[in-house]
């Protein structure tokens, strides 16, 4: 494995490079974990999530790149979807509970959404970082960036409210959130929790980074965001376990090669290949 370090004309650290794999999803495979995520709490205020992505260009309109179903319900979503040409991305984190009152149902929804604009986005058949980071709490309490430029910048969401057909929704923002809460979880790469076969990944992965007890690495500090990317840009070397950005392992880091891309070489425990078998992709984002 290569590994260069440099620094910018200023003579600040720009980061450290690093020689890494890519897998292929032709779409209809998927990575999936049926039992519960080892190691972790009942529930958090802060995620951050780093990977890079190469679309193909038939890849669906809607699809799904990473969905966490706990047995409260609680739900960490990344998806993308397509406008003008593009794959916009969001992060959304959502908690249903439904009461009733005098007859009419009541669902008050914890809801938090990060998703990129019109005009932004990813382009087919290009290799495209993207940095997600949320602390429920904090200013700015979420952003994405997409390689390594700002594209949206969030203060905590303010509740909405609708009625539609006698029934009420309340939608609040999270203070925090759980991604496994003991009994049945659900957890996908590539695919919905749903069983929508039409949103299924399409495309090449490398690099997938999930933790979910970042506190302290703020993204808008470009120091930090050279943890995983670097000024090139380039992948940034995350380490063997990807305890390089934070000091401690993440829940999620995805880094080998096709035959055991699967292998979670993070605390989390490991996925399974469903659906077909992954493949090298023909390039990576360090090429």
Request: net charge negative; aromatic share 12%.
């Amino acid at each position: 494995m290569f590994i260069q370090a440099f620094l910018d004309v200023a003579g600040d650290v720009a980061g450290t490079s690093d020689t890494v794999n890519a897998v292929a999803f032709d779409g209809s495979e998927y990575l999936e974990r049926t039992t519960a995520f080892t190691g972790i709490q009942a529930s958090y205020k802060n995620l951050l999530c780093s990977f890079w992505i190469k679309i193909n260009a038939s890849a669906p309109s809607n699809f799904t790149l990473f969905d966490s179903l706990s047995s409260s319900g609680d739900r960490v979503n990344i998806a993308f979807s397509k406008y003008q040409n593009v794959w916009r991305a969001s992060l959304v984190f959502s908690r249903p509970s439904s009461v009733q009152s005098n007859g009419i149902t009541m669902t008050i929804s914890g809801y938090t959404v990060l998703n990129q604009l019109a005009g932004e986005g990813a382009a087919a058949s290009t290799w495209t970082h993207f940095l997600m980071a949320v602390s429920h709490g904090a200013s700015p309490f979420g952003v994405i960036y997409q390689d390594d430029s700002l594209k949206k910048a969030v203060e905590a969401p303010t509740g909405v409210y609708t009625n539609i057909n006698g029934n009420i929704t309340s939608r609040v923002p999270m203070s925090t959130f759980s991604i496994n809460n003991g009994g049945t979880n659900k957890y996908y790469i590539g695919r919905p929790y749903t069983t929508a076969t039409t949103q299924i990944f399409h495309g090449d992965l490398s690099e997938f980074y999930l933790d979910v007890d970042a506190a302290g690495l703020t993204m808008t500090n470009v120091v930090n965001r050279r943890k995983f990317i670097t000024d090139v840009p380039d992948p940034a070397a995350l380490g063997a376990d990807g305890s390089t950005p934070t000091g401690e392992q993440p829940l999620i880091y995805l880094g080998n090669a096709f035959g055991t891309f699967q292998t979670n070489l993070g605390y989390g425990g490991d996925f399974t290949v469903t659906g077909g078998t992954l493949t090298a992709a023909a390039d990576s984002p360090s090429d």
